[in-house]
């Protein structure tokens, strides 16, 4: 497959759609000098690649989301827009300034479910999901990270807390995850992914970047930025 022809004729593209909004709490360095930019919010759209007469292009959108920050860079709001277009929402709560809990609400604006979180250097160490209606615990994530803050694997375990599947994350020079491997609970390799960014901000925060599993590209993710002043 032609994928140069591809990038020549689609300039703005590429990356994946995290299963688990697995971009959660990753963070990002610089290697620029100057001060960086502070994100006031951020918008993901992932859109399926299709193959056409050898090549593959861009197809539909499947999938978009947003997220609101703080100057401090925490997060306050995500919303999910699904493929059928209905819009859900994660509500992130504080207390004394520490990430406690999160609320998701469905497209009806009903609470699904909540998160209760055990934070560590101002990093989730553990996420308990919990059922909205009944409480009952319905899996646990846990998060190791790297000497510069980054994620470096999260386990996702059931309420007993038997790991279902284990998540391990790559990184360019500039803290941009590149890649992504999905492990089951017996150790086998059920998803790798690497990912090549097309396009940077001016921090060296990927902006465009397609998702590649063997030599089958997958999915394309186009970001904006909005930057505080």
Known sequence: ?????????????????????????IAMSCTDSSPTKKIKTESIEVYDMIESNGEYI??????????????DGSKLKHLIRQKDNTLHREAYIYKDGVL???NYYDANDSLLSFYIYEMEN???????????ATSELLRIDEYD???NGQLLKQYTKDASGAINRTMAFGYD???????VTIRNNKEQVILNEEFR????DVDKRWIERWSINGDTP????????????
């Not at 960014?197 to 940077?200: A, G, P, Q, R, Y």
């Open 1 to 25: 497959m032609r994928f140069n022809n591809f990038a020549q004729t689609h300039s703005s593209t590429f990356a994946r759609l995290s299963l688990y909004a697995l971009a959660f709490l």
């Open 58 to 71: 861009q197809g539909n959108l499947t999938y978009a989301e947003s997220y609101v920050y703080d100057e």
């Open 100 to 102: 406690s809990k999160s």
């Open 122 to 132: 101002g990093k989730a160490k553990s996420r308990f999901a919990h059922e909205a």
């Open 145 to 147: 990270y790297n000497d």
């Open 173 to 179: 020079q500039h803290g941009n995850e590149v890649q």
């Open 197 to 200: 960014i097309l396009d940077l």
């Open 218 to 229: 997958l999915t394309v993710r186009k970001r904006k930025l909005e930057y505080y002043d």
